[in-house]
């Protein structure tokens, strides 16, 4: 049976309503912990290098302990990284991420998908 | 323990990539079933008409079955109701919304969300 019907969606982490991982800005952290560079992630993410510090700074910011750090001085000019505590988080993101992926899987096999396809319901 | 971190998002009902139902779409089913009209529950939703039929006629197109019907004439000029189809999806809506705010609660239980809140992670 070809299922057509099925249960979508995205899951984020909050701090007080606030925003704090979501896809976009672990995508967003691990370039950056990839390239070293925030430049390069954003880049790589099609997004401004304002947009990409914004996230950023308000991960930072909300977080207890930083995410990624800048560095100053060096042969390219000041790079990026992502801090042990960063990592971490993406680590946790991800675990978060994967069950959320079961469960959606687990709905679309157990519940009455189908239903929405039946053309036989009379009213 | 307090928990100031959590995991939140909504899931919705999707067809060949297109939004069928989520939780503002389902209200508007609540309301148009309770009022037996697209006016009374657009109103009570702070949407305009034209959006309310937007979403209804959408809706209507996605599902095999029509999820809202209008009637004409009677003595209040017309009104709208949610088909026996209609009613069973929003159950069934419900219920998948009921599985996943369980998962939910479920993760913030178990995983360790607090580890964003520990102060004393060293680089």
Sequence with gaps: MKQIFYIDGNIEI???GQTFLNEKRVALLKHVKN???????SKELKMSYQQA???IKEM???SP??????Q?????????IVTKHGQIAIKRYE??????????EKINATFDLFFFEQRYTVD
């Design 65 to 70: 302990l930083p995410l990624i750090v800048r």
């Design 53 to 55: 510090w914004h996230f």
């Design 35 to 41: 390239k070293g560079s925030i430049n390069a992630a």
């Design 14 to 16: 909050v701090k007080n």
């Design 95 to 104: 675990d978060i991420t994967s069950a959320h992926k079961k469960f959606k």
């Design 60 to 62: 930072n910011e909300i």
């Design 72 to 80: 100053r001085g060096g042969s390219n000019g000041g790079g990026a």
